[in-house]
């Protein structure tokens, strides 16, 4: 292994672990525990990709060549009276939970959503309630090519629907401006979010969530909207008559047209041609074009095999 890499947890062809439990693997996978050592895994691959709960991502059976950088050992937290720093490993269900029992408020409107602090971050993890960015004082990122950590304040930020980008950089830490309220009501407010989510979402399949961004109609579109409204993809891709479609051990779901699951035992390139099928039929019956939610990782031209 690279001298610059020493003292660092690495695996060589390790798997890369994601919700939708199928994919490939890392060529090398490192799992820096420090600052100085993220800044020396970006010296050995400045592309190096960041690898957070594997929540919004799927990673073909080609695996990946850059360096692989999980932030699993980097999830400190810091307490304060109205503000909690949380580094990017830190388990985004954990720190809800915590946040509610020790009476601060504010991301208890993302309950239900797996995600580290730093794919939180990256993607504006969000929904129905509330967003991320909501709460969000600053962010501290490592640039990639000079490995400086800057913090950026929030009015920096870009953030917008599913996007902040902040994901060209490696996201360290973040300040998170929380509210002090009722214990209790936050506890009460955490499972009426999680209950609406279950009503609604298959969450019990392997699947990354949503794997397109709602999109925001360019011309009025008759039976879904008119020009510049953001509708929801789940319900265009219903109407495009896929729900229930299937290519080989990947899945439409029946219950959410806009979740794609993989069956047990099945392979990333299934997910990745359904989801370029799905596009492809919602441009052919709409004209609507969908932007994927879900990263992939380990793609080529040819998504078949
Ligand atoms: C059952 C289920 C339900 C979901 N429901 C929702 C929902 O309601 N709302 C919602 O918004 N999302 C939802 N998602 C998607 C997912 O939870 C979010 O997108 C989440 O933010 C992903 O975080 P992660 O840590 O898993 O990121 P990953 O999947 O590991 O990575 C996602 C992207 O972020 C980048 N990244 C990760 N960490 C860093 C870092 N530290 N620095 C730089 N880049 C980084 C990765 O390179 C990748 O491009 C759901 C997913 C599942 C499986």
């Known amino acids: 292994m690279a001298q610059v890499l020493e003292g660092i947890d690495v695996e060589s062809q390790a798997p890369i672990r994601t919700w939708f439990g199928v994919g490939g693997m890392a060529r090398v996978l490192a799992h820096p525990a420090d600052e100085d050592a993220v800044g020396r895994c970006l010296a050995y691959d400045p592309h190096a990709r960041l690898l957070g709960d594997g929540a919004n991502l799927i990673v ?46 504010g991301l208890e409107t993302l309950g239900g959503i797996p995600a580290s602090i ?30 400086r950590v800057h913090r950026l304040e929030r009015a920096r930020i870009a953030f917008g629907y599913r996007t902040s980008g902040l994901g060209e950089h ?10 002090r309220r009722d214990p209790g009501a936050l506890r009460q407010r955490l499972l009426e979010v999680m209950e609406y989510k279950k009503r609604s979402q298959p969450l019990g399949a392997n699947s ?7 999109p925001t109609l360019t011309r009025d579109v008759e039976g879904l909207g008119a020009q510049g409204e953001r509708v929801s993809a789940g319900l265009i891709i219903d109407r495009a008559g896929c729900k229930g479609l299937t290519i ?21 390139a299934d997910v990745i041609n359904l989801m370029n099928e799905v596009a492809r039929r919602v441009r052919e019956r709409f004209g609507v074009e969908l932007h994927r939610e879900v990263a992939v990782w380990g793609e080529s031209e040819r998504t078949e095999h």
């Open 60 to 105: 073909h059976e080609r695996g990946v060549d850059e360096l692989v950088i999980s932030l699993d050992r980097m999830a400190g937290v810091r307490w304060g009276e109205h503000e909690v720093v949380a580094e990017a490993g830190v388990n985004l269900p954990k720190l809800i939970t915590e946040c509610c029992r020790r009476g601060l408020g």
């Open 118 to 147: 730093g794919g939180a971050l990256v993607m504006n993890a969000g929904g129905a309630f509330g967003q991320i960015a909501d709460v969000v004082s600053w962010v501290e990122v490592m640039d990639r090519q000079t490995r």
């Open 170 to 179: 490696a996201v360290l830490r973040a300040g998170l401006a929380l509210t």
């Open 208 to 214: 990354a969530g949503c794997a397109f961004k709602n």
């Open 248 to 268: 080989g051990s990947a899945a439409v779901s029946e219950v959410h047209g806009n979740f794609i699951t993989a069956a047990k035992g099945g392979c990333a």
